[in-house]
């Protein structure tokens, strides 16, 4: 059996890392990687393959995010067509809700060829938000639908599904991921040594609808100075965000550091006070590691989180985000269910689309 990968963003390569870890297990799959170059600075790309031993990739398209929206998809799908019609795979693998993943599905589609979505059936119901409209249309034209969550499922369910289309609660394999890494990285990271603090909150700031709105990062950024004034903030920053503060000229005076690999990624999550952050992935993350999370975004697709109480929603207004973070920092919470399932997403995965 072949199947084509198709990967292009950070999140991707971590959640794709452990997959293809359990891909390779079974000798039967031949495994093949597109990247489609959208993430492509070494810190937010190579790092990743090098750390986490992701097989390199046959195919790097080079199509990155100077190109924006629209034009970056339809590059995608010209060129990965163009793959597809060569390496015939019998299935192509996507994850998430970016553009490289929407791109992928769609030129699978166009060739009739079956799709497995990982992170299927999430969603904020902000159809402003280019990555709703990206996992919308994805799950609309998938085979093999993976959800981490109930609500996932639910959601899924609601909007109906055709014939051909299977429905699979399996966990989420960042939670895989997680565990498999968390175990390397005491070992493989320094960074809690570089940092040299006792009491930090760690943030993450990269959402467009955050970025690329200057009253909203203005509001973000004083908010930051202002808690790092009494509890220390480090902030990993994206590339995207590090350049829209330097053209709107702001001060921002908080730890700042290069984004740093996942084995880094998981020593500040162990060691922190709480996470700040409008990142997807981490909000779950911050769960993991058994944290409190203020999510400045004004939803959430993890919404079992604000649920359980253990993490809230405060948008980008400094009031909310300041009053979140003292309320949260001193919040006892309980992270005991298993919300994202018992750690064994990938087995299930690829236990249902090598028909075992
Ligand atoms: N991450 C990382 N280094 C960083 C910042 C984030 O390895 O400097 C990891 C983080 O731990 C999580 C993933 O990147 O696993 C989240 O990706 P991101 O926030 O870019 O995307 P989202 O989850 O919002 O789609």
Not at 56 to 66: A, C, G
Not at 96 to 107: E, F, I, M, P, R
Request: proline share 3%.
């Amino acid at each position: 059996m072949k199947i084509i990968t198709i990967i292009g963003a950070r999140p991707q390569f971590i959640k794709s890392s452990i997959l293809s870890k359990t891909i390779g297990k079974y000798s039967e799959i031949n495994e093949v990687i597109i990247h489609s170059g959208q993430h492509f600075d070494s810190n937010m790309s190579e790092v990743f393959f090098e750390e986490m031993g992701i097989k390199k990739p046959k195919y790097n398209l080079k199509i990155n995010s100077s190109q924006k929206g629209t034009t970056m998809i339809g590059r995608m799908i010209e060129k990965c067509e163009a793959i597809l019609k060569i390496e015939k795979p019998d299935l192509v693998l996507v994850y998430g809700d970016t553009n490289t993943t929407l791109a992928g599905a769609l030129s699978a589609n166009n060739l009739n060829i079956p799709i497995a979505h990982v992170e299927a059936g999430l969603r904020s119901f902000n159809h402003f938000m280019p990555e709703e409209i990206n996992r919308i249309i994805t799950d609309k034209i998938s085979t093999y639908l993976f959800c981490p969550t109930q609500k996932a499922v639910e959601n899924l369910m609601k909007e109906g599904l055709s014939e051909n289309q299977k429905i699979f609660k399996c966990g989420d394999v960042m939670q895989d991921a997680a565990f498999y890494y968390a175990e390397k990285s005491a070992i493989k990271s320094n960074v809690i040594s570089k940092i040299n603090l006792s009491k930090f909150i760690l943030c993450t700031l990269h959402r467009a609808e955050n970025t690329d709105n200057e009253i909203k990062l203005r509001s973000i950024v004083n908010s930051l100075n202002e808690i790092h004034k009494t509890t220390p903030i480090v902030l990993p920053l994206h590339p995207r965000t590090k350049l829209k503060i330097q053209e709107l000229g702001l001060n921002l005076n908080v730890n700042i550091i290069d984004p740093v690999g996942y084995f880094d990624m998981m020593e500040l999550l162990k060691k922190c006070a709480l996470v700040l952050t409008d990142s997807g992935g981490l909000q779950k993350e911050a769960y993991f590691f058994k944290k409190n999370c203020v999510t400045m975004r004004d939803e959430t697709e993890w919404v079992e989180l604000i649920e359980k109480k253990v993490n809230i929603i405060v948008g980008s207004e400094k009031d909310k985000i300041v009053n979140g973070v003292n309320l949260m920092l001193n919040q006892k919470s309980d992270f005991t269910s298993d919300l994202y399932g018992n750690g064994n997403a990938c087995h299930i995965i690829v236990k249902e689309i090598s028909n075992k």
